[in-house]
């Protein structure tokens, strides 16, 4: 059973950084071909892709809103994903998702991938 659980979040002041990190069981990232992506939700707002990537080819993928800023990594041995947040801006301020799915192809679609964390609430001040 594929479950996922992340961490990190907090609330921090404009230009800060967070780390999350989404701890995953029941599949392996060395010997599976998973989409892992992080997803992030605000009040009233619809949920948007943060930054995704495969684990069979490494192709990773971010947001416009998001490139320079984060960085997604993945840890084989921990089998845990990472997003490092720096220069947070309010407009980030949201519930932070992991998700993944089993598949080689990705997309940025928040309904392709079946298998959701609890989330983990980031908040920044300005």
């Known amino acids: 059973q594929v479950q996922l659980e992340e961490s990190g979040g907090g609330s921090v002041q404009a230009g800060g950084s967070l780390r999350l990190s989404c701890k995953a069981s029941?599949?392996?990232?060395?010997?599976?071909?998973?989409?892992l992506g992080w997803f992030r939700q605000a009040p009233g707002k619809e949920r948007e892709g943060v930054a995704r990537?495969?684990?069979?080819?490494?192709?990773?993928l971010y947001a416009d809103s998001v490139t320079g800023r984060f960085t997604l990594s993945r840890d084989s041995a921990k089998n845990t994903l990472y997003l490092q947040m720096n220069n947070l801006k309010p407009d980030d301020t949201a519930m932070y998702y992991c998700?993944?799915?089993?598949?080689?192809?990705?997309?940025?679609?928040?309904?392709?991938?079946?298998?959701w964390g609890q989330g983990t609430q980031v908040t920044v001040s300005s």
């Open positions: 998700a993944a799915r089993s598949a080689s192809v990705c997309s940025w679609a928040p309904e392709y991938y079946n298998y």
């Open positions: 029941g599949f392996t990232f060395t010997y599976s071909r998973y989409c």
């Open positions: 990537t495969a684990t069979g080819n490494g192709i990773t």
